[in-house]
């Protein structure tokens, strides 16, 4: 059975404070719930860059490569039409729609690439951990496996930074 | 924290030896070249558009900032205060064109017998034309001192109404330069091909403004954080000059594209003439610009480290200024010179005479007064500011 500490904060600054600490005596947290982003809490944490930018361009360059490949297969090669006069393979006619599939090809990329990492999407469980951090509470999620003197003590920090509750819960 | 910037000896010998070096180029042009009176012209209007631009930013970004209750670039705005200073010398510079006239705007010529121009008249005419630039001036000089003293005065006291104020005279600003930004482009840019016209003009001279503008304030930047000035400025401030460079430089191709690209397909030959010009007559440069102004400035600041890195940042600055200037140049000189446009020696000169001069002028501005402003009720939000 593992069980964990989750301690309850009213306020983004004593949050913040509160991690700092918590990493300074290098203690795991495994989760930190906001109800709204909190800046500077990835460096805080210690987070890595998101890659999602780099899902984003590679999807962006495949989906400017297929839009003006397929426009100038479409085009020139299976149906070619006269069109106002213009020659079969005009560029300019062609980067409005190769902008737009570029577009939808990295929002896509990016939306779904965020859903696969962060195991959401259709038919994910929905695990709320408390239904006040969708409101107005901040949350620390600590592991506390070890014993009771690690409990404690990571009980004595989280006391003395202000928390306004902290809880023992156990994974279902 | 009250620390002036200080125009070393040095620096301003620097600044001079532009400016010579400027002359001395313009003098073998006229030895070696014989510039034709319509190429010198070409070259006053074109450097007077391009440091008015940088220094009409100056104004536009401190009033953007305001009446957007911005916070970061408080600490920053004595820069763009400095670049504003430089309009007065523009005004001046401008109203050169009186003598002129006749070299640079076809459509200043009497009995042209064109039905065109003729139907034109009632705005393109020499009176009106010089009334108007008297009253861009006006406005611009104007607004910019009173934003300018504003400023000064919010340093020496405390009083809230002072920041009330500012919000007034920028809004101000905002929509006196919103008509005019638009005007001054046809009456300066697009009047030098009369017969042609482009609804989207005065947007796509605009977002060159904006683009050269925020180029030049990250190498003023650059420039002064290398001499070990603006402790305070960091990377959260340059990051975001950086999106601002980035994201108007798409912006500035979007505007170009959508102008070529309509013109492009209705084939209407008056309008078609324009690019045809241009496009047939310098191709070089004409794809030049295009990667200079915007697939280079597009690549090179895609990554968030690219835009954090200052000398990286400036190098792209620096291209894209240049990638300006000559996007001004190939608007205004095959409409004057026609086939015969070339970048020759004068051209480079008078830059570089210009340069000088605007340097010169602007970071005089600058040491006068202390480069960290005060009682700002934003100010302490600019130094914990965080992208």
């Known amino acids: 059975m593992r069980s964990y500490i989750s301690a309850y904060f009213t306020d983004e600054e004593d949050l913040l404070r509160a991690i700092k600490i918590l990493m300074e005596k290098k203690i795991l947290i495994l989760d930190v719930l906001t109800p709204f982003p909190v800046h500077g809490i990835d460096k805080v944490l210690g987070l890595k860059e998101s890659k999602l930018p780099t899902v984003g361009f590679i999807a962006g360059a495949i989906g400017t490569l297929f839009a003006f490949g397929f426009q100038t297969w479409a085009f020139v090669v299976d149906y070619p039409l006269f069109i106002g006069g213009k020659p079969h393979f005009s560029i300019p006619a062609f980067i409005p729609i190769t902008f737009e599939v570029t577009v939808l090809f990295a929002a896509f990329a990016m939306v779904f690439a965020f859903l696969f990492r962060s195991k959401l999407g259709l038919g994910a469980k929905n695990k709320i951990h408390d239904e006040r951090i969708t409101d107005d509470r901040f949350v620390i999620i600590i592991e506390a496996n070890e014993n009771d003197e690690y409990f404690n003590n990571v009980k004595a920090i989280l006391e003395q930074e202000e928390a306004h509750e902290i809880q023992l819960k156990e994974h279902k | ?387």
């Open chain 2, 1 to 387: 924290m009250d620390t002036n910037y200080i125009l070393s000896k040095k620096t301003k010998q620097v600044f001079l030896s532009i400016s010579v070096i400027g002359i001395l180029l313009i003098a073998l042009s006229f030895l070696f070249e014989n510039p034709e009176s319509k190429q010198v012209w070409m070259n006053v209007l074109l450097n007077n558009l391009y440091f008015l631009f940088l220094s009409l930013f100056g104004v536009l970004f401190i009033a953007l900032h305001k009446i957007a209750h911005s916070g970061w670039h408080v600490s920053l705005k004595r820069i763009p205060e400095a670049l504003s200073t430089f309009l007065p010398y523009s005004a001046a510079l401008m109203f050169l064109l009186i003598f002129g006239m006749h070299d640079l705007y076809h459509w200043s010529h009497h009995d042209l017998h064109d039905p065109i121009i003729e139907g034109k008249s009632a705005y393109l005419n020499l009176p009106f034309f010089f009334i108007r630039m008297a009253v861009y001036f006006t406005g611009w000089i104007g607004l910019s001192y009173l934003l300018r003293k504003n400023s000064a005065s919010q340093d020496l006291s405390n009083d809230y109404k002072f920041h009330k104020q500012g919000r007034i005279l920028a809004a101000l600003f905002m929509a006196f330069f919103a008509v005019t930004s638009s005007t001054m482009s046809w009456d300066w840019i697009m009047s030098v091909d009369p017969h042609w016209f482009s609804t989207l003009f005065g947007w796509f001279v605009f977002i060159g403004l904006f683009v050269s503008g925020v180029a030049a304030f990250i190498l003023i930047i650059a420039l002064l954080k290398a001499q070990g000035y603006l402790n305070f400025v960091n990377k959260e401030h340059l990051h975001d000059l950086g999106k601002y460079l980035f994201g108007f430089s798409i912006f500035w191709m979007y505007l170009w594209f959508f102008q070529y690209m309509l013109i492009w397909y209705s084939h209407i030959p008056e309008e078609t003439i324009y690019f045809a010009q241009r496009l047939h007559g310098f191709p070089i440069l004409f794809f030049t610009i295009l990667i200079l102004n915007f697939l280079f400035p597009f690549l090179a600041l895609m990554t968030r480290n690219s835009k954090r890195n200052i000398k990286w940042l400036a190098m792209v600055a620096a291209v894209v200024l240049i990638g300006q200037w000559l996007n001004i140049y190939l608007m205004l000189s095959p409409g004057i010179m026609g086939e015969t446009a070339k970048i020759g020696l004068i051209e480079i000169g008078s830059a570089c005479l210009y340069l000088g001069g605007f340097l010169f002028v602007v970071l005089n501005a600058l040491s006068k007064k202390p480069l960290l402003c005060k009682n700002d009720p934003f100010l302490e939000e600019s130094f914990h500011y965080e992208t």
